[in-house]
C-alpha cells in the first residue's frame, strides 16, 4: 500500500450534529456496506449507544473509494463521541489521523463541542475539511452558520462542503475533497516499527484486540513486538482492518490503522497511547502518547443483596477490560457493606457503567451520591486524595480541602445571557471572558467548582437557555474552599454513604433540604425514624418519619389463608428494594436522590 | 377435632363493601339448595371416608347471610351433617345472621334445631354508617335480634362490628363500643374496613365520593376498641376478636391454628389431612359460583376449584403467619408436634431476627405478637411469609 493513496480522518462535531450518521453514507456511497447491512448510525454498535441515540466509543472502519482521477485510495475514517465526557476519545482517535470533517449542523451553528474538538484537531496540525449538515432540514441557516465558523472558529470557509448526512446530498464532493485536501501519510516504510495504540480491548475469543494507526515501518504475523513503555514483547498473530467487518491483511505499514492480534491475554498491557515497535530491531524513541486520563467523578456502587458481591466484583472486572477510563477499588461501608468506589469521567459515563453492569450481568446496584475528587491537605503538610465523602480525614487533622475548579465554555444566544449569568453566579461560578460572536451569539467563559456543576448543571443550563446553551469544560485545578462534610444520622445512627461534601455557603439549606427529602422517601416503619442533618457535632436539620399505624389483615378466617399470604408476600417483595440500614429500611432512591437539587 | 363450615350464599341485598360470594336469589333456588349441598356430603364420604369418619366439634353456617334460609331449612341442614358426619356432644353449632332477617320465632326455632351461638352482624349503632355501608337494616333491627336471642336461649351471642369507615369519627366508634357493651354480647368481633377492589365502596372511594379516615385514626379507634373491650371483660383473643372467657368462637379458632375443617357450600374453603396423602394438609376450595357448583355436583363430582397440597416449608408459614394472630400466640413444639417437621432454617432465623428486635415476644416456649403491634402485624408477619 503506497502511503499516498491512503488518508486517515476522524469526524469530529459537537454532539448530534450527525457524525454517525454522515459515516454512514461515506461507507454506503464507498460500498463498504451492503445495502442489506444498512441501519442508522451503523458505527453505534452498543446497545445503550442505540437506545440513547449517541456514539459513546469511537470507531474506526476502512473504505476504498475510486476518485474522480481514476485512482483507488484507501480511507481509514474514525466517527468520534461528541459528548464532552468522552472527549479523550477524540483527542485519540485524532492523533492518528492526518485530517478531520469538521461537522457543524445548520440548524444550531457552531456549539461547544465544535469548537473544543475543532481546536484539539487544529492542535494536533489536522487538515479540516469544514461541513455544513442537515442541509436539508427547513429552519437550516447556513449563511449565519458560516458566518458562526468564520468568526468563531477562524476557519476559511471558501471551500465548505455542504451535505445531507441523512439523504446523502454532497456526500460525493466530500469524498472528493478528502482525497484532494488532506495529506497522505508520511513514514519510512525501511524504518524500525512504530505504532500508536489507539484502542484495545478485550475478545473472548481471540484475547485482546489492538487498535493501532502505523507511523513507521511494517508490521506482520510471526513478527515479534515489543510495547515501548512496559518492554514487553508479543508475537503477532494476526493484523487486519475493519471495513467495517474485521479482516485479515497480510502486513500493516505506514499511515494504516488496523488491528493486531498477538496472544495478549490481559488489556492492561496495551495502554492506549503506548506505541508498539519491533523487538528486534526496536525504535530509539517512542510515539508521544497521550495524557493520562483521570477519573473526575466518583460513586459507590453496592450490591443490593449483599451476597451478590462477588458477582458485582466479576462484572465490574470484565467491563474494565474495555474501558480503562472507569476506575473500581473495593470500598465497605458501615451502612451498605461491601462495595467498589468507582471513578467516571462525568455523570454521563457513570450512567452508561451503571446501566451496563444492571443490563449486562444482571446485578442490582444501589449507587450512592456521585462525588468529585477532592485534596485534603493535613496539617502535618501531606495531601490525601478524597474520592468519596466517609474518607474525609477528621477536622482536627485537617487544613484545608481543595477542590477541582473547571474551566467552562458555554455557548449560547445573548437573550439567555441573563439566565445563564445568574445559573453560574449561584454555582459560585467566576466569570473569565464575555465574548459576543455576533449581536446575538455569546461566548461565556467561568471558572466553576467541579462539584457544582456535575449533577445538574447542564439541564439546568438547559432551562435557563431553552436548550439553545452548550458547554464544554476542562479542568483547570485544585483550589482550596470552604467545604464541609455534612453527614446524615438516621436515629442517631451516622450513614456513611449519604454523607456529602459541600460548601460552607450552602450547608444549612442543603442539609434541609436532604432531610426533608428523605423524609418524603423513606416509607413509615414500625418505628419512628429520626433524620437529622449535622455538620460535625452540630445537627442543623431534624425531620421525623412517624411510626406506622396500620398494616394489619383484620379479617382473616378459611377462605381467605391464601389470599393473605400472598398479600403479606408481595408486601416483604416489595421490601426487598429496601436496604436495611441497622433496623431502618431506606430505599434505594434514597442514596441517589439526596443530591438532587430542590426544584 | 375437626370442623365443619356450610357456606350459605345469600344475602337480601349486596353492602357496599362486601365481597364474599353471595347473592340475591329466586326462592326456587334457596329450595334447591340444601339438596345440593347433601349431595355435596355425599361425594365428599366417598372420596374421603376417614376425614368424614372424624369427629367434628364445632359446625358453622357463614356467608352470605345463612337465614336467608327459612330455619326449618338450616336445622334440616344440620340433621343432614348428623347424619352422615359425627357430630361430637357438646358441639358448638353457629348460625350467623344479620339483623332484619330473622324473627323472634325464626330463632327459637334455630335454637330448638340444635345451634348454640349466634353471630349477629350489627356492623354500627348508627344510621348514617349503615347507610354507608349499605346495610339492610337500621338500628331497631339490630337491637331486636340481639334481645331476640337472647330471650330465645342461645348460650353465646355474638356481635360483629366494623370500625374506620368514612364518615365516621372516633367518637361514633366510641358510642358504637359503649352500645355493644350494654347489650351483653359473649362475643365481639371488631374489624377494621379493608376496601376490597371490585366492591360499589371501593369504587366511591376511587372518584373520592368518600374517603377513608387517616391511618393514624384508626389506629386510635383501634386502641379504643381494646381498651374499651377489655374493661367491659371480654378478652382479646385474637387481633379483631374479643369474647367473655369459655365464648372464644371455637370454630374460627381452628382457622388460625391450622386444625381440619371441612368446607361445604359455594366458596367455601377446607383444610383436610387425609390420612398418607397431605400430612401438611391440603387445602381445598369450591368456587365462588352457584352455577359451577352446581354443575360440579349434577355431574357426580366434588365442585373443588383449587386444591394446594401445603409442603413443611408452607405449613410452617401458615402456622405461623396465622397462629400469631392470636394473642396466645403459638408453641413452636407443638407445631412441630403436630407437623412432624422441624422449623425450617430460613424461618428459624427469620423469627430470631424479630425476636431480637422486639418484634416478637418469646415465653415460655410461645412466641406471640406484642399487643402494641397487632394493629400493624403485617409488618412483621410478612418476614414469615
Ligand atoms: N434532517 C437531518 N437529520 C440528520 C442529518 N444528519 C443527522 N441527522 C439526525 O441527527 C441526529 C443525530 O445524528 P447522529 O449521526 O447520531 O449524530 P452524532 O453527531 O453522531 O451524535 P453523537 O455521536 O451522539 O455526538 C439523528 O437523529 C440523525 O438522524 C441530516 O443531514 N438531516
Ligand atoms: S350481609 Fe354480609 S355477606 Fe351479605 S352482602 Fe352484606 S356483608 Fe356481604
Ligand atoms: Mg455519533
Redesign the interface.
Known amino acids: 500500500m503506497r502511503t499516498e493513496h491512503i488518508r486517515n480522518f476522524s469526524i469530529i462535531a459537537h454532539i448530534d450534529h450527525g457524525k454517525s450518521t454522515l459515516a454512514d453514507r461515506l461507507m454506503e456511497v464507498t460500498g463498504t456496506l451492503t445495502s442489506r447491512e444498512r441501519v442508522d448510525q451503523f458505527l453505534d454498535k452498543m446497545d445503550i449507544e442505540r437506545e440513547r441515540g449517541i456514539t459513546i466509543k469511537a470507531q474506526t472502519v476502512r473504505m476504498n473509494y475510486r476518485a474522480k482521477d481514476g485512482r483507488d485510495y484507501v480511507f481509514n475514517l474514525i466517527d468520534t463521541p461528541g459528548h464532552v465526557d468522552f472527549s479523550y476519545e477524540v483527542s485519540r482517535s485524532i492523533s492518528a489521523c492526518e485530517g478531520a470533517i469538521l461537522v457543524v449542523d445548520v440548524s444550531q451553528g457552531v456549539e461547544a463541542q465544535t469548537l473544543a474538538n475543532v481546536y484539539m484537531a487544529l492542535d494536533q496540525d489536522l487538515e479540516i475539511i469544514t461541513v455544513l449538515n442537515k442541509i436539508d432540514l427547513p429552519n437550516a441557516e447556513p449563511e449565519r452558520v458560516r458566518q458562526e465558523i468564520e468568526d468563531v472558529i477562524g476557519l476559511d470557509t471558501m471551500d465548505i462542503v455542504s451535505v445531507s448526512a441523512k439523504l446523502g446530498t454532497g456526500v460525493e464532493d466530500l469524498l472528493e475533497a478528502v482525497v484532494q485536501r488532506i495529506p497522505p501519510p508520511s513514514g519510512d516504510e525501511n524504518a524500525p516499527a512504530k505504532g500508536l495504540i489507539i484502542d484495545s480491548w478485550f475478545d473472548n475469543y481471540q484475547g485482546v484486540i489492538v487498535l493501532a494507526r502505523m507511523f513507521e515501518g511494517r508490521i506482520s504475523p510471526g513478527q515479534k513486538i515489543a510495547f515501548m513503555s512496559t518492554g514487553r514483547t508479543f508475537e503477532i498473530q494476526e493484523v487486519g482492518v475493519f471495513s467495517p467487518h474485521p479482516k485479515k491483511v497480510d502486513s500493516l505499514g505506514p499511515g494504516e490503522v488496523g488491528f493486531v492480534i498477538a496472544n495478549i491475554k490481559n488489556v492492561m498491557e496495551t495502554k492506549v497511547g503506548d506505541t508498539i515497535t519491533d523487538a528486534k530491531s526496536p525504535a530509539a524513541i517512542p510515539l508521544p502518547g497521550f495524557k493520562v486520563i483521570r477519573p473526575m467523578v466518583f460513586a459507590g456502587f453496592y450490591p443490593v443483596v449483599s451476597d451478590h458481591y462477588a458477582q458485582l466484583r466479576s462484572a465490574i472486572e470484565k467491563l474494565r477490560l474495555n474501558d480503562s477510563s472507569f476506575t473500581a477499588e473495593p470500598e465497605t461501608s458501615v451502612a451498605l457493606w461491601f462495595g467498589f468506589r468507582c471513578g467516571f469521567l462525568g455523570l454521563l459515563h457513570l450512567e452508561i457503567i451503571q446501566e451496563r453492569l444492571e443490563r449486562e450481568y444482571g446485578v442490582e446496584l444501589i449507587t450512592t451520591a456521585p462525588t468529585v475528587g477532592y485534596r485534603a491537605i493535613l496539617r502535618d503538610g501531606s495531601m490525601v486524595e478524597v474520592d468519596s465523602p466517609a474518607r474525609l480525614p477528621e477536622p482536627i487533622e485537617l487544613d484545608k480541602i481543595e477542590e477541582p475548579v473547571i474551566l467552562a465554555t458555554i455557548h449560547l444566544p445573548s437573550e439567555h445571557l441573563g439566565g445563564v449569568i445568574k445559573l453560574c453566579e449561584e454555582r459560585r461560578g467566576i466569570q473569565r471572558q464575555m465574548k459576543f460572536l455576533s449581536s446575538n451569539r455569546v461566548i461565556l467563559e467561568y471558572e466553576l467548582p467541579l462539584n457544582e456543576i456535575v449533577l445538574d448543571f447542564y439541564d439546568k443550563l438547559k432551562t435557563a437557555s431553552r436548550g439553545y446553551a452548550s458547554m464544554d469544560y476542562e479542568l483547570l485545578e485544585f483550589r482550596p474552599a470552604n467545604l464541609v462534610k455534612l453527614d446524615i444520622l438516621i436515629n442517631g445512627e451516622k450513614v456513611d454513604a449519604l454523607s456529602l461534601i459541600i460548601h460552607r455557603d450552602h450547608s444549612y439549606y442543603k442539609g434541609r433540604d436532604v432531610a426533608e427529602r428523605l423524609r418524603k422517601l423513606i416509607p413509615r416503619?414500625?418505628f419512628e425514624v429520626v433524620i437529622q442533618a449535622a455538620i460535625g457535632s452540630k445537627v442543623i436539620a431534624r425531620e421525623t418519619v412517624?411510626a406506622?399505624?396500620?398494616?394489619?389483615?383484620?379479617?382473616?378466617?378459611?377462605?381467605d389463608?391464601?389470599r393473605?399470604?400472598k398479600?403479606?408476600?408481595r408486601?416483604?417483595e416489595g421490601?426487598k428494594r429496601m436496604k436495611q440500614v441497622g433496623?431502618i429500611e431506606i430505599p434505594q432512591e434514597a442514596f441517589l436522590s439526596i443530591l438532587k437539587v430542590k426544584e | 377435632m375437626r370442623g365443619i363450615y356450610i357456606h350459605v350464599p345469600f344475602c337480601v341485598r349486596k353492602c357496599s363493601y362486601c365481597d364474599f360470594y353471595s347473592v340475591e336469589t329466586s326462592s326456587h333456588t334457596k329450595n334447591e339448595f340444601p339438596d345440593l349441598l347433601a349431595r355435596e356430603m355425599d361425594l365428599f364420604r366417598d372420596r374421603f371416608p376417614e376425614d368424614a369418619r372424624a369427629a367434628a366439634d364445632t359446625v358453622y353456617f357463614g356467608g352470605g347471610t345463612p337465614t336467608v334460609l327459612a330455619p326449618e331449612a338450616l336445622c334440616g341442614l344440620l340433621a343432614t351433617i348428623r347424619d352422615r358426619f359425627p357430630v361430637a356432644p357438646g358441639a358448638e353449632v353457629t348460625a350467623e345472621t344479620n339483623p332484619g332477617t330473622v324473627s323472634t320465632e325464626d330463632l327459637r326455632t334455630l335454637r330448638k334445631g340444635g345451634f348454640t351461638r349466634i353471630s349477629v352482624g350489627v356492623q354500627s349503632f348508627s344510621p348514617t354508617i349503615l347507610r354507608t355501608l349499605g346495610r339492610i337494616h337500621g338500628v331497631e333491627d339490630a337491637r331486636k335480634t340481639i334481645r331476640d336471642a337472647r330471650s330465645t336461649g342461645f348460650d353465646s351471642l355474638g356481635i360483629d362490628l366494623i370500625f374506620g369507615i368514612p364518615g365516621q369519627t372516633c367518637t361514633d366508634w366510641e358510642e358504637d363500643l359503649e352500645r355493644t357493651v350494654a347489650s351483653l354480647p359473649d362475643h365481639v368481633s371488631a374489624y377494621a374496613l379493608a376496601p376490597e377492589t371490585g366492591t360499589p365502596l371501593h369504587a366511591s372511594l376511587s372518584r373520592g365520593e368518600l374517603k377513608m379516615p387517616p391511618d393514624d385514626e384508626v389506629a386510635e379507634m383501634y386502641k379504643t376498641a381494646r381498651r374499651t373491650l377489655a374493661n367491659a371483660g371480654y378478652r382479646q383473643y385474637e387481633i379483631s376478636n374479643f369474647a367473655r372467657p369459655g365464648h372464644e368462637s371455637r370454630h374460627n379458632v381452628k382457622y388460625w391454628k391450622r386444625d381440619g375443617v371441612t368446607g361445604f357450600g359455594p366458596s367455601a374453603h377446607g383444610l383436610l389431612f387425609p390420612p398418607g396423602r397431605a400430612p401438611h394438609g391440603l387445602r381445598t376450595a369450591t368456587p365462588p359460583s352457584l352455577a359451577e357448583y352446581r354443575k360440579g355436583i349434577r355431574e357426580g363430582r366434588l365442585p373443588w376449584a383449587d386444591t394446594l397440597v401445603c409442603g413443611p416449608e408452607e405449613a410452617w408459614k401458615e402456622a405461623l403467619i396465622f397462629g400469631l394472630r392470636m394473642t396466645e400466640g403459638v408453641d413452636l413444639t407443638e407445631i412441630e408436634t403436630i407437623s412432624g417437621s422441624p422449623l425450617p432454617d430460613p424461618l428459624r432465623e427469620a423469627v430470631n431476627e424479630l425476636v431480637d428486635g422486639g418484634k416478637l415476644l418469646r415465653e415460655e416456649g410461645r412466641l406471640r405478637l406484642p399487643g402494641e403491634l397487632l394493629f400493624v402485624s403485617n409488618e412483621v408477619l410478612q418476614r414469615l411469609a
Do not use: D
Not at chain 1, 406506622?548 to 378466617?557: F, G, H, R, S
Open positions: 416503619q414500625l412517624r406506622i399505624t396500620k398494616n394489619v389483615i383484620a379479617k382473616c378466617y378459611g377462605g389463608i391464601t393473605k399470604r398479600l403479606l408476600e408486601q416483604k421490601k433496623t
